[in-house]
């Protein structure tokens, strides 16, 4: 069977691509194929922009092993825009728009022709509740594809109540929340433990991953492959 991993963070900027590199490269160590995708992207530049290597696209092409070039970049990611804002206010700014079906229909594509006994990792752009279009979010997206849940949060003040907060939503659209992956964030911030101890507490069903900073991501992650 396939394994179907919607990577979702609690906000922008908690390590999502981080950990979704980390996923694909203990992937690849058990011998397994990948098809990973962030099917949109904003703050990007163009392929042939030097700053194009610092993109999310650009560090899951080089988890996989393959090439940074527009076939492959074009592969993982057809929705790209230059400014660094949601994709919705992005897109706008270019006289452009993301259509959901076309997502929807694009993402479901990829997921059908996976190979059976493969990963097939998505991720979303921005928190989970990031507007993608005028009228649909990261939840919308991995709601319609009913893809359980990797949820990625920080041990920052107030990622307790972000954390709950997107679990909460995720509850209100019955989608399955797979596991939570708390990623040290930078700076002077609560102890890790205690960030666990708290959200284990709360969700006491929760398979948690702790990474800490500048750890190896694929140890840490394999429990969550199965």
Not at 44 to 72: C, S
Not at 115 to 135: N, R, Y
Request: glycine share 8%; aromatic share 4%; hydrophobic share 45%.
């Amino acid at each position: 069977m396939k394994q179907l991993i919607f990577v979702a963070g609690t906000g922008t900027d908690v390590g999502k691509t981080y950990i979704s590199a980390g996923l694909i490269r203990a992937a690849k160590a058990q011998g397994r194929k990948v098809v990973a995708l962030k099917p949109i992207v904003s703050g990007a530049p163009e392929i042939g922009d030097p700053a194009f290597a610092e993109t999310d696209t650009a560090k899951f092409l080089e988890a996989l092993q393959r090439p940074l070039d527009e076939v492959h970049v074009n592969a993982i990611s057809p929705w790209r825009f230059k400014a660094p804002l949601s994709p919705d206010m992005a897109a706008h700014l270019e006289g452009r728009s993301v259509n959901f079906d076309a997502l929807l229909d694009w993402t479901r594509a990829h997921v059908r022709g996976a190979p059976q006994g493969s990963l097939v990792l998505i991720e979303g752009a921005g928190g989970l509740m990031s507007p993608l279009t005028p009228k649909n979010t990261n939840l919308d997206l991995l709601a319609a594809l009913g893809a359980p849940v990797l949820l990625v949060c920080g041990n920052y003040l107030g990622t307790i109540s972000h954390t709950l907060t997107a679990v909460e939503a995720l509850k209100a659209r019955n989608a399955e929340l797979g596991s939570i992956v708390i990623n040290e964030s930078a700076g002077e911030n609560p102890p890790l433990e205690s960030t666990l101890e708290t959200l284990s507490r709360f969700l006491p069903d929760a398979p948690f991953a702790v990474l800490k900073r500048n750890a190896s991501a694929e140890s840490a992650l394999e429990p969550l492959l199965r």
